[in-house]
């Protein structure tokens, strides 16, 4: 089994990536973004909590997310592997998940940040925010996800970085290239199967 985490500032490209990792790596993917949105649009307790941070760009608490990773992995017994995208986005978030997975007799394998500018980041999630509708993509509330993630969650790579796993990406090409330079590192570990 391979364990990716694709690690990176808000609209860095975890998404639109892991999207293209899991087509050719068949990875199971957890996008603790898609499931606190799911769990939003389904109006559940869980969903309730998280709205109220997500709206204002603020991460949701550690205890919320943790709890949603575990049942995923328990529901899907038979992956090849999973991509964590978007996940963990705080040092508690990657010690719980290194505990979790030591417990399951799996472990994080690889980590893969994507490096984009500020300004670039910015104009990527205004452009998002003209099609997506989510109520996080407008100028006040990107400001505060990027300063989020310069205070809780850029550490997270300094712990990955001190285990050796850690490898920075340039995402500042066009998609398909970008893809070129993570699938460089994951065929370490990993064939494609397409
Ligand atoms: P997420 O859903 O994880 O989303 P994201 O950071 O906005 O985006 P991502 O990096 O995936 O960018 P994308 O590929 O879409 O988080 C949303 C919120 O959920 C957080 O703010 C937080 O509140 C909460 N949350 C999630 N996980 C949490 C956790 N673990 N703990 C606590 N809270 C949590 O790309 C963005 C745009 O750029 C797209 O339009 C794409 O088409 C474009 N793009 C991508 N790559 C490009 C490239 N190479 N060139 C040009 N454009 C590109």
Redesign the pocket.
Known sequence: MFNLVLF?P????????SENIVSAYNLHHI????L?RDEVSRHTPLGTEAKK??DQ????PDEV?IGMISGVIDDTPDARGFIF??????RP?AEALDKLLEFKNIKIDLVLSLEVPEAELTK??L??GETSGRS?DNDEVITK?IKEYNSKTQPVASYYHSLGKLERIN?E???PE?FKLLAKHINKYLLPVS
């Open positions: 990176g808000p609209g860095s490209g975890k998404g639109t990536q996008s603790t973004g898609d606190l941070y997500m760009g603020m991460l949701v997310v995208d978007g996940f963990p986005r705080t978030q990527r999630l452009s998002r996080d996800r995402g090409h066009p998609i970008t």
